[in-house]
């Protein structure tokens, strides 16, 4: 069964923006606190940032100040608003809860280069 659908990668040039969305299933959604991890090419996947139900957010040092997670409780859906991309965003994007209880999703990929 599918539990995360991460959606919105793409191509952006240094300096730009790109927003990603997570669809994820009710049951999951409503009751945790849901997490962008992202994996580099060689390296290990690591922690963006977290979202609680409430809305209180946490973000990894690399990205504060310039990514901004959201989530529609009502659409159990999550965003990841990435602004002031840089080449070392590049990596595979994927959502799940925070801590981490379920299986990963497909992800999406996110390629910061001009």
């Known amino acids: 069964q599918v539990q995360f659908v991460e959606s919105g990668g793409g191509l952006v040039q240094p300096g730009g923006s790109l927003r990603l969305s997570c669809a994820a299933s009710g049951s999951i959604f409503k009751n945790n606190a849901m997490g962008w991890y992202r994996q580099a090419p060689g390296k290990q996947r690591e922690v963006v940032g977290s979202?609680?139900?409430?809305?209180?957010?946490n973000y990894a040092d690399s990205v504060k100040g310039r990514f901004t997670i959201s989530r529609d409780n009502a659409k159990n859906t999550a965003y990841l608003q990435m602004n002031s991309a840089k080449p070392e965003d590049t990596a595979l994007y994927y959502c799940?809860?925070?801590?981490?209880?379920?299986?990963w999703g497909q992800g999406t990929q996110v390629t910061v280069s001009s």
């Open positions: 979202i609680t139900p409430g809305g209180n957010t």
């Open positions: 799940n809860t925070r801590p981490i209880f379920y299986s």
